[in-house]
């Protein structure tokens, strides 16, 4: 999700056989998912997050190079003995990797998040903590937008990635991107003594 700016039943509804890597770009990869208003739409991942899906698979002890069919990317490495996930996971022996739910693949993670704010054992401010424990999936995606416009990703491939229906949605990215900066901005002029004022040396703007 932070990689693409999927939303989270985008994710938990993705498919291996819908991943496929990108001919001539060696380090990229393409994942149709299907979005808002059943409409699907092509998303791109980074070789890293290929590398973590394919450990995810291997946890679950299914081979992510065969799987072509309609296994799901994301699913539970440990299911839970309740009449619906047995139902859901073991109604069929066949059956590759159910898939996560959308509210289960959200408790998944938040529980993740929450446990890493809690560890003792990470360097993290208080501050950051506090940010992990608040987080929620759509955190994800909405770093991936605000990441995105800040390195100049052109406002229309951002929107076919992020798949809003308007342009005017996906410049909100923009105008965060441009706070952040104003804001970043007034600190450095404020807190500089040098940066505070012109001097006679200086030649241009």
Known sequence: ???????????????????????????????????????????????????????????????????????????????????????????????????????????????GLVRMADNPLLELEDAERDILRRSGLHAFRHTFGTIAAARTLPLDVLQRAMGHASLQTTSIYVQAERKRSIEEMGKFFGDSPSGARATSTDVSS
Request: aromatic residues 8%; glycine residues 10%; contains cysteine.
């Open 1 to 111: 999700m932070g990689h693409t700016g999927v939303r989270r039943e985008e994710a938990a509804h993705a498919r291996r056989r819908h991943l496929k890597p990108v001919p001539g770009q060696a380090a990229l990869w393409e994942l149709e998912v299907l979005g808002k208003r059943r409409k699907w739409r092509t998303v791109f991942l980074p070789d890293r997050v290929v590398e973590a899906l394919e450990d995810h698979w291997a946890d679950r002890g299914e081979d992510f190079a065969q799987g072509d069919g309609e296994g799901a990317l994301l699913s539970p490495v440990v299911i839970p003995m309740t009449p619906t996930a047995k139902d859901k996971h073991f109604a069929d022996e066949d059956m590759v990797g159910a898939g996560f739910s959308t509210d289960g693949l959200y408790r998944c993670i938040r529980t």
